[in-house]
């Protein structure tokens, strides 16, 4: 029984605990907070790169294009190698797009190969471009203009400080520029593009032009059909659906393009039937915010006036006579053509996507066409009937 007993306890002593779920999920979400915290430095010093090379770019520290050979990059202790590579690609990638900083990347294989020097006091390993005895050979034989580029990233509190100096690759190595950028890490980084660097003050502006839209005309190109309400006497005919095609200019009236006036011209046509003109003016109001945004569609409600001029036989209900359809197909064989022209006042609710595209709904009231027996009424509002439903797709340009 004895030796039954210890193996049994030997069994237990060598099973492992069992995990404890809340320190797992403890662990798990450390790995989570690590994992942020690194990308938000990986970003913070993307960011202040983008920085470093906008400096160049707006001054110059060479007057014309200029050999650099990229000495070295440090980072951050516990970062690993890893974000070293990835602020070396990110930097050779800006230097690529922006030419005007006259910084020209090159490759030194004598600067990163690494060297033995024995002297009388020492023999010393290093890299070439960390020898100074092996910079004075190389002296020799590549041109006094090359000069070395190095990085120091490091963290100090919760800032980071990036420090950069060019130095002239001669034995003495004298710096000839030498920069210090900081930045916290708990500010959100740009992420600009490499070909489109600029600061925080032209991307605010550059910003701020997109959504207000300051001095835009834009020429839209709406395709729109009305139709017009059937008359209360069961006998009359109500005039036909009208195919519109409209372009003009529209313009912001506020920064923002709060409000928005536009001037367009129509026109319509369908063989043997109708042709017409329109001149309209309209009037929107965004509904749906202070200013345009390019990030969800906007919302406008709008006003606006027409003159329509029609003629054809497909416009004899305008005219204001009882008409039937025998009226109108007998219309078609005559020689006189009937041609009408009136006014309209319309309102109603444009839905634009980025100012590219949209959709209205509008009403349309016809004053002249009031007492018209074939004009019948969508809606009334205040004793004022809107004859005609119309709706269009529009496009800017």
Known sequence: MKPLLAALGLCMLATPALADPLEDAQRRKLDELRSSVAGEVHLTALDMVDELVLGWKSEPVFADATPVVLASVTVPVGMGAG???????????????????????????????????????????????DNPDALAELEDTTSQNQHALY?????????????????????????????????????????????????????????????????????PLRVGVRTYAQPEDQAAVAPPPFLWFQSGAEMSLTRGAGWTGSLMGGFTFIPQAYTGLMGQARASRLITGRVRSHGRPDVYAF???????????????????????????????????????????????????????????????????????????????????????????????
């Open 303 to 397: 006003f606006g006036a027409a003159v329509i001029n029609v003629w054809g036989p497909g416009t004899e209900p305008f005219s204001g006579q009882v008409l039937t359809g025998d009226d109108i197909l007998t219309a078609q064989d005559e020689d006189i053509v009937n041609r009408d022209t009136f006014g309209t006042l319309q309102g109603g609710l444009d839905v634009r996507v980025g100012s590219r595209m949209g959709m209205s709904f509008f009403f349309e009231h016809m004053p002249s066409m009031r007492e018209n027996p074939n004009m019948g009424a969508y809606v009334t509002i205040v004793n004022v009937p809107f004859q005609s439903l119309g709706t269009e797709v529009a496009f800017w340009f």
């Open 83 to 129: 974000m070293g590579a990835l602020i070396e690609n990110h930097l050779a990638d800006v230097l690529a797009a922006n030419p005007g900083t006259q910084v020209q990347l090159v490759h030194c294989p004598s600067c990163t190969a690494v060297v033995v020097h024995s002297g009388p006091e020492a023999t010393v390993v290093s890299r070439g471009i």
């Open 151 to 219: 990085v120091d990233i490091e963290a100090e509190g919760a800032f980071l400080v990036l420090r950069a100096r060019l130095t002239r690759m001669t034995r003495e190595r004298p710096i000839v520029w030498s920069h210090t950028i900081a930045s916290s890490t708990s500010v959100p980084s740009m992420l600009r593009a490499p070909g489109q660097l600029m600061t925080a003050d032209e991307a605010r502006d550059a910003y701020l032009d997109a959504i207000e839209g300051r001095g835009d005309i834009h020429v």
